[in-house]
């Protein structure tokens, strides 16, 4: 049965990089038929793809245009898992962050209240 | 980038047919846009119904059902029940990424 467990901190303060790690099980980060997300739901409501990471033979990143210049997520095959970066943080990346597997989308973590606040 | 288009709102009696629908800026939605459904309801998660355009979950009632109409793809609820009130988000795959639509807000009235 896949789970995705994540980690991180629930406050960040602006300008600073909030990071996120989502540790998989029973599945693997490499598997070649996955892709593994990012996703986030702002206060307002709406869901916002940020980015994923997957591998087909070697490894490839896609991210949203609104976030491509801040983004990084980065698998880590010895820990089975993949992290999120997100640099020079402001109060609009506010939000519920959330990682997800994309073969079905039924995979999700927990979800991460992320308040960017002084 | 790709900008996915849903109906903002719409309103469907208890028994009745409403179909939702997801554009894409980019032109006709094809099979190759992986065409995606979520719920969403008050205070939970979001939830996968369909995924790959027609493809329903083990908890997606029989009543739901994903195609791709017009151009667009679409979701389809047949006799809906009052516990499909709730947001609804089409997600798309589009020219390097995942893109979801604004969402639906169901009432069923």
Same mark, same amino acid.
Do not use: M
């Given at each position: /049965? ?13 300008? /600073? ?9 029973? !599945? ?25 990471? $997957? ?12 976030? /491509? ?12 898992? $993949?992290?999120? /970066? ?5 109060? !609009? ?8 597997? !994309? ?16 | 980038?790709? +900008? +996915?288009?849903?109906?903002? %709102? ?24 992986? %065409? ?8 939970? #998660? ?26 667009? #793809? #679409?979701?389809?609820? %047949? ?15 589009? #020219?390097?990424?995942? +893109? ?7 009432? +069923?009235?």
């Amino acid at each position: /049965q896949v789970q995705l467990q994540q980690s991180g901190p629930g406050l960040v303060k602006p300008s /600073q990089t909030l990071s996120l790690t989502c540790t998989i099980s029973g !599945d693997s980060v490499s598997s070649t038929g996955a892709g593994w997300n990012w996703i986030r739901q702002s206060p307002s409501g709406g869901l916002e793809w940020l980015g994923r990471t $997957f591998y087909r033979s070697r490894w490839y990143n896609e991210y949203a245009l609104s976030v /491509q210049s801040r983004i990084t997520i980065t698998p880590d095959t010895s820990k089975n898992q $993949f992290s999120l /970066q997100l640099n020079s943080v402001t109060p !609009d990346d506010t939000a519920v962050y959330y990682c997800l597997r !994309d073969i079905d989308w039924e995979h999700w973590g927990q979800g991460t209240q992320v308040t960017v606040a002084s | 980038q790709t +900008v +996915v288009t849903q109906e903002p %709102s719409l309103t469907v009696s208890p028994g009745g047919t409403v179909t939702l629908t997801c554009a894409s800026s980019t032109g006709a939605v094809t099979s190759g846009y992986h %065409s995606s459904w979520f719920q969403q309801k008050p205070g939970q #998660a979001p939830r996968a119904l369909i995924y790959d355009t027609n493809n329903k979950h083990s908890w997606t009632p029989a009543r739901f059902s994903g195609s791709l109409l017009g151009g667009k #793809a #679409a979701l389809t609820l %047949s006799g809906v029940h009052p516990e499909d009130e709730a947001d609804y988000y089409c997600l798309l795959y589009s #020219a390097g990424g995942w +893109v979801f639509g604004g969402g639906t807000k169901l009432t +069923v009235l």
